[in-house]
């Protein structure tokens, strides 16, 4: 039986993974979004 601390530690360890995930997918996002406008205004010129 793990002690409620743990839990608590785990619980954190997870909810922080998961912000970290998120926060990664958006910069992925934003990046790709970036990357391609700059292309599409090269193609533009």
């Known amino acids: 039986m793990l002690s409620s601390g743990t839990c ?22 934003s990046t790709r979004e970036n990357l391609s406008s700059d292309v599409l205004r090269a193609k533009k010129k």
């Open 8 to 29: 608590v530690k785990i619980e954190k360890f997870i909810s922080n993974c998961r912000a970290m995930r998120i926060r990664t997918l958006n910069f992925i996002q």
